[in-house]
């Protein structure tokens, strides 16, 4: 029902624009409404109790049957008929990575691009997240599917009701949105594109409606716009909502894992400046106006792109490449490993040097002045070490099918961490289009593991998960 709304628009900007698609949007909203009903009217008289067992399972299920039912416009209108690339666009726009396998963008109806947008935004802040504030009216509680969508090792309470909460957050996101629709307009942005843009920079999905994304727009004032866009996108948005809502932005510069984040863009924007600077023939402004842009939106797993940074010398897509990795806030639309894991991994091995000089020291890893329990560290160490193992499985997977090293090592790099664009020719520059069907469907899973952190799904896979006690 809730894909089924979103479709609506979509149906009603087809209608406007005078589109062939309002026939593939009427049997979608045939299909989803029908559906929603049967399951809603079969589900009556169930328990309404949800168990955190439950949770996993609802929420792997939903990020499974949303991107599975959002292939129909673009099967059904013609315009990506193969059922492979129809499920890799949907599951890169719900998973917000933004990889995509268009070639023609240009030619593609205005509602079919902004139903591309609309996956973006609705996966960028979570398919369950939006529901929360709807399971209530079914009588059902949500904390569990919260705790097994929720990404990030400390989640923030803004309310006792995590339906509130959810309502709290989504005011922020639905706030940024018109924010920067308004200020892609003010820079010179049409409606339509100031819209579709705004979605997928506040999601940090990437989903532009031009092929050459935000490079064909040629406007540095757009550029800078979209940059801040795509860093408040990263941000924490419990403690965006406390700093402006609230009116404490104090908080900001409180938090540890936003002054790292705040530190990695500054330290990598720096780096990048003084490289194109001196190995391109940018000027200052020019070289920091596209490093900046290039540290946040890999750093946000954007992946809007103004130019092709594999034409950079190697050292400089070297550090691109380590952005990949590191992601931006918990509590964010962002894919990666989050700040938040680098900055307490950080105090940990601080922490280990400490104990080697002191041994009988006992030294609490803190975070914003609090002991963070012994179970949580475990549970980062655990989470990046299945996060290398998985960039590695996809490496050996997509180099068995015939990739090259650094395009088999970026496509999954890129596909775990939810980016958009790889290395190699699987860059800036090209699209996914050219890769074969079987890997298509690999980095579908991939995108979909880091979407959901891999634990909420490999639990599954755990023969305990399914006993009874």
């Known amino acids: ?67 599975a039912f959002a292939t129909l416009p673009f099967l059904l209108s013609g315009y990506i008929p193969s059922m492979t690339d129809a499920f890799f666009e949907a599951v890169s726009g719900f998973t917000t990575t933004g990889a995509s396998i268009i070639d023609n963008l240009e030619e593609f109806p205005k509602s ?17 997240f939006f529901t929360i504030a709807v399971l209530p009216v079914f009588g059902m509680g949500n904390m569990p599917l919260l705790s097994a969508e929720s990404v990030g090792p400390i989640r923030t309470k803004l309310h006792p009701q995590i339906a509130v909460t959810s309502r709290w957050i989504l005011l922020i996101y639905v706030c940024l949105t018109l924010f920067g629709i308004l200020s892609l307009q003010l820079s010179g942005m049409n409606f339509f594109d100031a819209i579709c843009h705004s979605m997928a920079a506040v999601s940090t999905g990437g989903f532009s409606t031009r092929q050459a994304s935000i490079a064909a727009f040629q406007s540095p004032m757009i550029e800078y716009v979209i940059t801040l866009l795509m860093f408040l996108g990263g941000m924490n948005f419990s403690l965006l909502y406390l700093s402006t809502l609230k009116r404490r932005p104090k908080e900001l510069f409180k938090d540890g894992e936003f002054r790292t984040y705040l530190k990695i863009v500054v330290v990598f924007t720096g780096i990048l400046s003084v490289g194109l600077y001196f190995t391109t023939s940018m000027d200052v402004e020019e070289a920091f106006r596209n490093s900046i842009f290039q540290v946040v939106t890999i750093l946000t797993t954007t992946g809007f792109c103004t130019l092709d940074y594999m034409t950079w010398i190697p050292l400089l897509w070297l550090m691109v490449s380590f952005l990949m990795y590191f992601g931006a806030c918990s509590g964010s639309t962002t894919g990666g490993i989050k700040c938040i894991r680098l900055h307490l991994l950080g105090r940990i091995i601080t922490n280990e040097f400490k104990k080697i000089i002191h041994p009988n020291q006992i030294v609490p890893v803190k975070l914003n002045g609090k002991a963070i329990p012994e179970r949580i560290m475990t549970s980062i160490i655990a989470f990046i070490l299945i996060y290398l193992g998985m960039v590695a499985i996809g490496l ?14 970026g496509l999954s790099l890129t596909s775990v961490g939810n980016v958009g664009p790889g290395l190699g020719y699987f860059g800036p520059a090209h699209t996914m289009s050219s890769l074969p069907d079987v890997l298509k469907w690999f980095s579908s899973i991939q995108m979909l593991l880091g979407r959901l952190e891999f634990f909420a799904v490999l639990l599954l896979f755990s023969p305990t998960f399914w006993k009874k006690r």
């Open 112 to 128: 079919l691009l902004l139903w591309r947008s609309m996956t973006q935004w609705i996966g960028g802040l979570g398919i369950v």
């Open 396 to 409: 050996t997977v997509n180099m068995a099918f015939g990739l090259d090293f650094i395009e088999a090592y």
């Open 1 to 67: 029902m809730l894909e089924a709304t979103a479709v609506s628009v979509c149906l009603a900007a087809s209608w406007y624009y005078d589109e062939s698609t309002l026939q593939a949007y009427i049997i979608t909203l045939v299909i989803l409404w029908g559906l929603g009903f049967l399951l809603v009217y079969k589900g009556r008289n169930t328990q309404k109790e949800v168990s955190k067992k439950d949770g996993y399972i609802v929420v792997t299920l939903c990020w499974l049957v949303f991107p």
